[in-house]
Every structure is written in structure tokens, then in C-alpha cells.
């Protein structure tokens, strides 16, 4: 069986596997490279294995170093505002030869693959990430072909392909393992042939070469790029002016690369906290700051913002535009729905509601609502005691004579009442009998 790809993502599978399997068996593994997951697979896998190495001659035994022998490794320090010239310049100077330019994420490719196509004039560029499916057989059979050329890509072609004549093996930002930093460089001086790789570093990134060494037997030699690098980052900006799926490629490319940074297996020395994000942004072109949860609250007054309205960029692609203007008139409209506003009247105290004439007239109404309310209370209950009796007349509980006996009694009974309590009013001593 072999291991084209990343050795430790296939251990457990392989294990799975290899349970199924007759113990009686022959069995081959091959592998590009000799890693300790590989040594553990070994083990579990063969019972007695006789192995065969591929070396070059004049190579020691004894020798720990990981990458081929005739590969020639450097290293490079520039501020990040001028990472992009120095790799411009050094393709424009190396355009007749074959090299691969490795970013780490999909975003950087796409925006900084199509600066490149125009910057760098009478070259072949091609552009190659995960994202694309179908493509991807395509481009990589197109640019094995050439003599020369640039293809820029991620770590999808750092490992199990083969491009031949590879010249320069650029990693434009050091990928988030130091494992594949090693397989990056395979890619040229293979079989044999003499091959060289450079990576860019910040400043604040050096310390990446002593790990390097240390951790992937792998030195570095540094080398000083000319000081007189032309500026091509106002290109770059006339480019998202013109085009605005170029302004959105660089929005893009600069988020992902602050989000893969904060990623970084090594930690210690790829901080993200220690970015300068306002030269990093000048770095990457960019018209404005995108908005991204690293610089909520950062002003960045480092970074000047273009004075165009960024949203009247149009796109090239007219269908594209066409699509773009009609969704902004179907958002303003969503902002234009007006509601029927309330009219709310403010309330007016009491007194200034009414007149001082008005509040006399309820006050005397009152009044005598309550100096009457026991006669309004007997007529009220002589209605109910009439209703109660025509009832019972209707039900056939008693006859009319009751009925007109009852009701009569109903009327001289309340009178009878009234004059013995004037009696008793006016009688002397005020006594009741």
C-alpha cells in the first residue's frame, strides 16, 4: 500500500484494515518520507520487514538532514508592506524559469494569483487551491507542460505530485506546520536535479529558522534581496478600483490571513497579537479594513482608507453588476418601509381641561346624586318587588285577586311608612314608638 499524503491521517484506517487481513500475507509500504507515524505503521503492519532506502551518492548514512542534498535553502526578512514587491521583483527577474508560490489559504491565491497575472508581464500564471474541484486535474496537467511559469497554490500541491524542472519553490507565508514546510521544498530538487527554495518571513519571525533546524533537520540560508524594489501596491489598488470582485478578493484574502495566522501550530513565535495589522492591511492593498471581529474597537490610525465610496465599485462582470444593482434597490426599499407614525397628544391636567364654570356644574350634580340616592334606592326596589310578583303571576303561583291584592299593599305600603316616620320626626321628645 502507499502513503501519497499526510502518513498520520491514514494510521487508524490503515489499521482498521489491515485487522481484516490474513496474518499470513506479503505485504509492500512505500512512502516519500521516513516519519516517526510512519515507524509506528511498520510496526503494526509487517511482521519482519526487510526495508530499502533510496539515497544519493555522497550522502552520509549518519546524515540527519531531511531535505535532498542539492537543494539549496534561504530565507528572507521583509516587513510585511513590502513582502508583495520583493516577490514581484524577484519573479519578474526569474519569469523564464519554472516556480511554484505557495500561500496559506485559498483567499491569498485567488487575489494575489491575479495580481500577479498582471504584474508580472509575459509570464504564465495558474492559480490552484482546494476549493477547486473540477479544475484542479487541469491546471496542474497545463503547468507540468510548461518550460516555464508561476503557479501559485496552497498546500494541496506541497505533497504526492510531481512537476518536473521545478526551479524556485516560494513560500510566500510559512505554512501552519513546520512538517509541511519540508514537503514544500520536495518539490523541486528531485531525482537529482538541483532545485531552490526561499521563504519570506517577518521580522518578528526569525526565530522560525533555528526551530527549523532543530525540529525538521532542515538549515536555512539567508539571503538579502535588493534594497530597489519598485512600489506595485498602487497598481494592485487601481486594480480594485476598476474591478470590484478584485476589491472583494483582497477583503477576503486579508481576513483569511489574519484567521490562519491565529492558527498557527507554532504559536510562540507566529503570534497574532503581535501583527501589525495597519501595515499588514497596506500590505494587502486594501482600500478599507473589512470588518472582522480582530479589529472591532481598533481604530488603526496607522491606515489611511481610500477617500472613493468603496460601494459604487462596479464589477467587470456586467450580468454580475446587473445582479448587484438590483439587489442594493431591493435592500433600500427593505430600509424605505415607512411605518404610520403615532400622534401622540400630550396629556392636560385636570384643571385646564375643563372650566371653572363645567367643574362647578359636576360638583353640584354629584351632590345631589347623593343627597337623593335613598329616594332613587325605594323606587328601585318597589320596581324589583312588582317584577317579582308579575312573575309569579305568570308561572300560575297565585291568582290575579292576589295579584291586585299584592300589588296594592306594594303601593300604600311605602306611603304609610313615610308618613309615621314624619310623625315620629315631629313627635315630642323626638321619641320613636
Known amino acids: 500500500y502507499f502513503l501519497p499524503l499526510k502518513d498520520s491521517f491514514f494510521v487508524s484506517s490503515l489499521n482498521n484494515i489491515l485487522g481484516f487481513l490474513p496474518k499470513q500475507r506479503r505485504t509492500g509500504l512505500f512512502s516519500a518520507t521516513q516519519t516517526q507515524e510512519l515507524e509506528k505503521l511498520v510496526r503494526a503492519g509487517l511482521r519482519n520487514p526487510v526495508r530499502i532506502t533510496v539515497k544519493e551518492k555522497g550522502v552520509a548514512a549518519t546524515s540527519m538532514q531531511k531535505t535532498p542534498s542539492r537543494l539549496s535553502n534561504y530565507y ?46 509575459k509570464a504564465d500564471v495558474h492559480c490552484i487551491h482546494g476549493k477547486m474541484k473540477n479544475k484542479r486535474n487541469k491546471i496542474f496537467a497545463d503547468f507540468r507542460a510548461l518550460k516555464s511559469g508561476i503557479l501559485v497554490c496552497t498546500d494541496v500541491m506541497a505533497r504526492g505530485i510531481d512537476i518536473p524542472d521545478v526551479n524556485w519553490v516560494l513560500q510566500y507565508d510559512p505554512p501552519s506546520n513546520a512538517s509541511a514546510f519540508v514537503h514544500r521544498c520536495g518539490r523541486t530538487a528531485r531525482i537529482g536535479n538541483q532545485g531552490n527554495a526561499l521563504v519570506f518571513l517577518l521580522p518578528m519571525e526569525e526565530a522560525y529558522v533555528n526551530f527549523l533546524s532543530i525540529n525538521q533537520k532542515c538549515p536555512l540560508q539567508k539571503m538579502v534581496l535588493s534594497g530597489d524594489v519598485p512600489d506595485v501596491l498602487p497598481k494592485v489598488k487601481t486594480l480594485a478600483l476598476a474591478d470590484r470582485a478584485m476589491f472583494d478578493r483582497g477583503m477576503r484574502a486579508f481576513v483569511s490571513y489574519v484567521q490562519a495566522y491565529a492558527k498557527h501550530e507554532c504559536s510562540l513565535i507566529f503570534r497574532s497579537k503581535d501583527l501589525d495589522l495597519a501595515t499588514l492591511a497596506r500590505g494587502f492593498a486594501l482600500l478599507r479594513l473589512p470588518k472582522m471581529p480582530e479589529l472591532r474597537g481598533d481604530t488603526l490610525p496607522d491606515f489611511k482608507e481610500t477617500t472613493v465610496d468603496t460601494d459604487k465599485i462596479r464589477y467587470k462582470d456586467k450580468q454580475r453588476e446587473k445582479l448587484r444593482q438590483k439587489l442594493l434597490l431591493e435592500l433600500k426599499d427593505q430600509v424605505k418601509i415607512s411605518y404610520p407614525k403615532k400622534n401622540f397628544i400630550k396629556n392636560k391636567s385636570w384643571s385646564k381641561q375643563r372650566s371653572k364654570k363645567e367643574r362647578r356644574e359636576k360638583r353640584s350634580a354629584k351632590r345631589r346624586r347623593d343627597e337623593g340616592s335613598d329616594v332613587e334606592d325605594e323606587e328601585m326596589q318597589e320596581l324589583l318587588n312588582d317584577t317579582r310578583i308579575l312573575k309569579k303571576l305568570k308561572k300560575g303561583k297565585i291568582t290575579e285577586e292576589d295579584f291586585e291584592n299584592q300589588i296594592s299593599a306594594q303601593i300604600s305600603g311605602p306611603k304609610s311608612k313615610h308618613k309615621a316616620g ?3 320626626h315631629e313627635g315630642s321628645g323626638g321619641e320613636e314608638v
Not at 521583509?78 to 519569469?95: D, G, I, P, W
Not at 485559498?106 to 500577479?116: F, K, S
Open 76 to 121: 528572507t526578512i521583509c516587513r510585511s508592506e513590502n513582502k508583495f514587491n520583493h516577490l514581484v521583483t524577484f519573479l519578474r527577474q526569474h519569469k523564464h524559469e519554472k516556480n511554484l508560490v505557495f500561500f496559506s489559504t485559498c483567499a491569498c491565491v485567488e487575489y494575489y494569483g491575479r495580481a500577479l497575472e498582471v504584474l508580472v508581464k
Open 422 to 424: 314624619a310623625a315620629t
